[in-house]
């Protein structure tokens, strides 16, 4: 079980729990909530538990429904017992009772009466991430203090004499120990260990540094690599990196998630813009963006920073641009899909229905249905001919021709295949995964079995291989590199080359 968020909520309240659920994923904090997170035939009230205690956060969404919920309340209790921090967000004017009145009357509340705004969402979002932070560090720091508790508890029963005589075995004890892991690690990487030079602290690696051509501007694409599928993967995995030409432009964490560019030339880098973005989209002189200081709304911004102009005022999650178009859910508008020009002109509704996450293949647009069960449909780019493929919820998703390969919701979380026409579906993993991704007849993957670490499987099963330790969140793929949250380093874009791996 893997994830940051429980969601304490009354089934009444399922619509604003799953906004907020769905608002959280999208800015990759994973979340739990009833009933998509319970399997069939699985206890309730043991899943729950399980949920709760495994959390590092619960978000109530509190009202007068979940002020009479037995459950709601239960909830509340095995929070507090296993010490899992509680932020209550408020709906409507009811004031606390019994469980909610004993257990948070010290707490924060947070507000929201009426309609929850994405403005209220956002701060939502931020306040969840600084607990789950701050928890993280002082894991770590507990750590470290019982490590040099024991260290110095050990020492001190040492005579001084004894006490040096271990130092200096232990040096020596250390220094071969380094130096046979450094030759171990030259060996293993031999010439190719400059390629495999990660992102560090989001600047770009100087040395040996590729360039794809991403979207082919130059013409130094890999002709084998469906490069609009590439680009689709990326968007529907939040769209962190996008290389072209000699440039890369990419979500900077350090810089409170600004837009940059990095000149693959000089190695300088540079911001474009003062706003919080993600879904980044480019296209000859102009990127496209999602403005997280702007309530989500879409912006573009010229490549080299000196224009930037606002395209569409609603909020949106999720873009795409093609042909001229720009798709996008339009959170304003109960998240349906929309397209719209860059001049903000022709903005046209494509669905009906609730979409989370969307992606684009040739004539047809899939998407994430959560007004039927999270299953995935299909519709033309024009909204005609609405299509459902599967019946299952699914978590992730990539297209690929024929297939769609989906994170199984209903089966602990593993990946499927199915033909978009509905037949042959099959299991292609045992373990648990987070997010997919695509590439040459491979399928990368968050490893939930394994705490979220990076691995790749053959899409017909096969030759399933771990190729990193880190923890990752979303994954983006330009040319010969895999791009990757780092959630070991802070939640920094690094990198690794698919050229290395065996």
Not at 15 to 21: E, H, L, P, S
Not at 217 to 226: Q, R, S
Not at 387 to 394: D, G, L
Request: aromatic share 12%; glycine share 6%.
């Amino acid at each position: 079980m893997d994830h940051d968020v429980f969601i304490s909520h009354s089934s009444k309240d399922k619509n604003i729990a799953d906004r907020m659920c769905w608002t959280l994923e999208v800015s990759d904090i994973s979340c739990w909530i009833a009933p998509r997170n319970i399997r069939s035939g699985e206890s309730w009230p043991e899943a729950i538990t399980r949920a709760v205690e495994a959390s590092t956060v619960m978000v109530l969404i509190f009202s007068k429904n979940a002020n009479t919920s037995k459950d709601v309340a239960n909830e509340i209790i095995l929070a507090m017992k296993t010490g899992v921090p509680v932020v209550p967000i408020k709906i409507d004017q009811t004031t606390p009772k019994g469980v909610f009145q004993y257990y948070l009357a010290g707490a924060q509340w947070e507000y929201a009466t009426g309609n929850l705004t994405d403005y209220q969402l956002t701060n939502y979002v931020i306040k969840v991430k600084q607990i789950i932070d701050s928890k993280k560090k002082l894991s770590e720091a507990i750590e470290e203090a019982e490590r040099r508790s024991i260290d110095t508890g050990s020492n001190a029963a040492l005579s001084k004499k004894d006490f040096f005589k271990q130092v200096v075995l232990s040096a020596i004890i250390y220094s071969f120990l380094i130096m046979a892991v450094l030759s171990g690690y030259f060996y293993y990487y031999g010439r190719d260990w400059l390629d495999r030079k990660i992102l560090l602290n989001n600047t770009i690696a100087p040395i040996e540094f590729p360039v794809s051509g991403y979207w082919v501007v130059t013409g130094k694409a890999n002709m084998e690599v469906d490069e609009d599928n590439l680009k689709a993967g990326n968007i529907i995995n939040n769209g962190l990196v996008v290389e072209v030409n000699d440039a890369i432009y990419f979500i900077n964490s350090d810089e409170g998630n600004k837009l940059s560019v990095v000149n693959l030339v000089d190695n300088k880098t540079i911001n474009l813009t003062e706003d919080q973005v993600f879904s980044i989209n480019v296209h000859e002189n102009w990127v496209y963006y999602i403005n997280r200081s702007q309530y989500n709304q879409i912006f573009m911004v010229s490549t080299d920073g000196t224009a930037n102009q606002r395209i569409a005022e609603e909020s949106a999650a999720l873009i795409y641009f093609e042909n001229g178009w720009i798709y996008y859910i339009n959170i304003a508008h109960r998240h349906a899909i929309y397209k719209i020009k860059p001049d903000g002109s022709e903005r046209t509704r494509l669905t009906m229905d609730h979409t989370s996450q969307f992606f684009i293949d040739d004539d047809w647009l899939y998407f994430k249905n959560e007004n039927h069960g999270g299953f995935v449909y299909r519709v033309r780019k024009d909204g005609s001919e609405l299509t459902q493929i599967n019946k299952e919820y699914s978590k992730h998703f990539n297209v690929q021709g024929d297939w769609l390969y989906y994170i199984n919701g209903y089966d602990d979380d593993r990946i499927y295949r199915i033909m978009t026409d509905g037949s042959k579906k099959a299991v292609v993993s045992k373990a648990s995964a987070n997010h997919i991704h695509y590439k040459d007849e491979w399928i990368y993957y968050t490893n939930n079995d394994e705490g979220g670490r990076l691995y790749r499987i053959r899409t017909d099963g096969s030759e399933n291989t771990k190729i990193s330790e880190h923890t990752s969140g979303n994954i983006n793929l330009l040319s010969n590199w895999l791009y990757f949250v780092n959630r070991f380093g802070n939640d920094r874009i690094d990198r690794i080359s698919l050229d290395g791996i065996e």
